[in-house]
């Protein structure tokens, strides 16, 4: 088990599932998107010892929107930049699925007359619920923290969970991404949660220029 720090703050892990963190938060507010994760759950969770966080996600691809094709670049400048701090580790071997489809059109939260379809397309990703899962579960085995924090709503992730908690007695606390519950979670029994308020993320921003092994890291002009 990870030791308590010497002021006895109880050990956390945290699991980011970094797709339901960008839809319930940070897309709409492209200001915070260039987050420093350890600094944000050291500020959240300031009455524990945060020992690691890991970032789950998947690496994106132009065709996935065509009115941006930029998108990848972003997303590789901001992984080369997570990957400079202590205490993180990115995952981002998941996939991304793209499905061609059609919705129908409303206006003000009503389906107006003609009823009429548009051409869209519809992503989602693959793996990297799994993936935090599995990471959760053998880190609970190994007993080491106290408390192990998902950051989602992903109703998914309620039964291993409730494995966690009890098949080894382990606390388990959820931070939601939207100001909602999500019901699985709180029926598994968890021991705390909390809403991810985004004051939190604005105030848990990395330098505009972060130096990695490669090239400078700049924060994209698109999201400030």
Avoid: C
Wanted: neutral net charge.
């Amino acid at each position: 088990m990870v030791q308590a720090d010497p002021v006895g703050k109880p050990t956390a892990i945290v699991y980011v599932d970094g797709f339901n963190l960008y839809k319930g938060q940070l897309e709409s507010r492209p200001a915070n998107k260039w987050l420093d994760l350890v600094a944000l759950f050291d500020d959240v969770l300031d009455d524990f010892e945060v020992a690691q966080v890991h970032y789950f996600t998947a690496r994106i691809k132009g065709r996935m929107n065509p009115e941006d094709p930029h998108a990848p670049d972003r997303q590789d400048v901001y992984i080369r930049a997570l990957r400079t701090l202590n205490r993180l580790t990115v995952h981002d071997d998941s996939l991304f699925t793209v499905h061609h489809g059609h919705a129908r059109e409303w206006v003000d939260g009503k389906e107006q007359p003609p009823l009429t379809r548009h051409h869209v397309y519809k992503v989602q990703e693959k793996g990297s619920d799994v993936k935090l899962a599995t990471q959760l579960l053998l880190d609970a085995f190994d007993g080491l923290a106290d408390n192990y924090v998902v950051v989602s709503s992903d109703s998914d992730l309620a039964r291993p969970i409730e494995v966690v908690r009890g098949r080894f007695g382990a606390r388990v606390g959820v931070l939601y991404p939207r100001d909602e519950r999500t019901k699985l979670f709180e029926a598994a029994g968890i021991d705390f949660s909390l809403y991810l308020r985004p004051s939190f993320a604005a105030r848990n921003q990395m330098p505009d220029v972060v130096h990695t092994a490669k090239r400078p890291a700049r924060r994209p002009a698109a999201w400030k």
